[in-house]
């Protein structure tokens, strides 16, 4: 499962990071070759750093997308190891019915990792916004 959400999600990533790499002045990448740095030092501590934003919104929106992820899940899982979502779905049965206590404690569960990603991906995500907002 992991490998095939990382193959889905890859060509969502390569596009949103190229784009943010892109808004990245060139000159800092010259200016260090010109005073001797080497690639690795280069992307490491001058490109990655600027790359912190783009690279927290996009880890959110992968793990939000992969997280929710339900079509790949019910053709690949057992029932012996569901994700999240297959879980919800479950709780919908014939004879019962709508099981909606049995719901709603599997959405609060499936909902609790991605809040506390959120609330530790919201400074550098804050940081992004507020990087353009002022000009000059």
């Given at each position: 499962m992991i490998l095939?959400?990382?193959v889905v999600n890859l060509p969502i990533v390569v596009?949103?990071?190229h784009d943010f790499v892109l808004t990245i002045p060139i000159d800092l990448e010259e200016s260090?070759?010109?005073d001797g740095a080497s690639r690795l030092y280069i992307f490491w501590d001058i490109i990655?750093?600027?790359c912190k934003q783009g690279l927290a919104a996009t880890t959110l929106l992968i793990l939000i997308l992969s997280w929710n992820e339900y079509l790949l899940a019910s053709f690949l899982s057992t029932s012996k190891a569901q994700t999240l979502p297959i879980m919800v779905s479950a709780q919908i049965?014939?004879?019962r019915g709508i099981l909606w206590w049995n719901m709603c404690v599997v959405i609060i569960i499936m909902i609790?990792?991605?809040i506390t990603m959120a609330f530790f991906l919201q400074k550098?995500?804050?940081k992004g916004v507020l990087l353009?907002?002022?000009k000059g």
């Open positions: 095939t959400y990382a596009w949103l990071i260090a070759q010109l990655l750093p600027l049965t014939q004879d609790i990792p991605v550098f995500i804050t353009g907002a002022v």
